[in-house]
């Protein structure tokens, strides 16, 4: 029990280093080259994992291999756009001026019912309003509608509103971000000042409180418990 257990640990270490070699994605956005990567390295992990007949490093050299030709092809894909194109394909225009362009759809092997999904999805439901449709290399659609399709911009209206910057959160459940807070250059007397203007009596009634770079807080308290 106890060798499976460390066989398990190291195992899984490697695997999560696998993993973050390919970044913060989801599965539905891994190139092909990333799919085939985590495949293997589950499918690799999963035999000395469960068999203690076989040698860790009969587990761990595939993987290393494995990763050591990962990060050669990611500087390759850098440095070359040919090289890149290969591994990781190109991207597809499947719909130009409102209608789909069937050659690329069939290469591609995107049917039409996807394609309507997909402009669902992103709350489009009349093809003759999309300017371009780009299948790319993720397998994610990239809708870019019309000139007089898009919303309005401040900037087309004329206005210059202010730029509050990126919130951050100082309570989160009750507990006090005492570095988000110092970093905004606040202190807790500030937040108390908030809490009372806010009717609440302490921090652990809040379940989150923003501040912007505007100092402009958002507050939430907690539901109660039913």
């Known amino acids: 029990m106890v060798i499976a257990f460390f066989r398990t640990i190291i195992l899984y270490l ?19 080259s990333e799919l ?4 293997l390295i589950a499918d690799l992990a999963a035999v000395p994992m469960q068999d203690f007949g076989i040698p860790l490093l009969t587990g761990l050299i595939p993987i290393l291999t494995l990763l050591c030709i990962t990060m050669a092809l990611s500087v390759l894909t850098m440095k070359s ?42 709350g489009i439901t009349d ?3 999309v300017k371009y449709a780009i299948l790319e290399t993720n397998g994610q659609i990239s809708v870019l509608p019309f000139a007089d399709q898009q919303p309005p911009t401040a900037q087309d209206m004329g206005m210059t509103p202010g730029e509050p910057g990126l919130p951050i959160v100082v309570i989160n459940d009750g507990r006090i971000m005492s570095r988000a ?21 302490r921090p652990q009634d809040v379940f989150l409180l923003t501040v912007d770079e505007e100092n402009k807080v958002c507050l939430i308290e907690k539901e109660a418990i039913r």
């Open 81 to 122: 756009v040919r090289f890149r194109a290969i591994v990781c394909g190109r991207p597809s225009i499947i719909v130009r001026d409102g209608k789909p362009v069937q050659a690329e759809m069939r290469k591609n092997r995107f049917t039409l019912d996807e394609l309507m999904e997909e402009l669902r999805m992103k």
């Open 14 to 32: 490697f695997i999560i280093a696998g993993i973050r070699l390919m970044g913060k994605r989801q599965i539905g956005e891994l190139e092909p």
């Open 181 to 201: 807070l110092h970093h905004r250059g606040l202190d807790l007397n500030w937040l108390e000042k908030q809490l009372r203007q806010n009717h609440v009596k």
């Open 36 to 39: 085939v990567l985590a495949l």
């Open 127 to 129: 093809l003759s309003t």
